[in-house]
């Protein structure tokens, strides 16, 4: 069985920090490529921040670039998220994916989705 579960999420004042952690299971997971998504109520969903497996490069968006910072620890099997300098607008559910997998030169799509877990920025 193949999992991805989240955690780190709750409510803090603007300013604040938070970081979010996406272990997986039944996966080595530094064989993937992992995007972070959220997704307020009545909006969008909004690509976040992404690395590709060890030796790729990493994405943010430009609401989030020199906020957030996403990384990876394989000995744990996770990928994090800080989040720092927190604003009302970040406010949201926040969901880990992963989209690819590389065996070397041989690739594969996949679709493996967290539970998400909620980011509160208020006062």
């Known amino acids: 069985q193949v999992q991805l579960v989240e955690s780190g999420g709750g409510l803090v004042q603007p300013g604040g920090s938070l970081r979010l952690s996406c272990a997986a299971s039944?996966?080595?997971?530094?064989?993937?490529?992992v995007k972070w998504y959220r997704q307020a109520p009545g909006k969008e969903r909004e690509l976040v921040a992404a690395v590709t497996r060890p030796g790729g490069n990493i994405n943010y968006a430009d609401s989030v670039k020199g906020r957030f910072t996403i990384s990876r620890d394989n000995a744990k099997n996770t990928v994090y998220l800080q989040m720092n300098s927190l604003k009302p607008e970040d406010t949201a559910v926040y969901f880990c994916?992963?989209?690819?997998?590389?065996?070397?030169?041989?690739?594969?799509?996949?679709?493996?989705w967290g539970q998400g877990t909620q980011v509160t920025v208020s006062s």
């Open positions: 039944g996966v080595s997971f530094s064989s993937y490529n």
């Open positions: 994916n992963a989209d690819r997998y590389c065996s070397g030169s041989v690739c594969f799509v996949v679709d493996y």
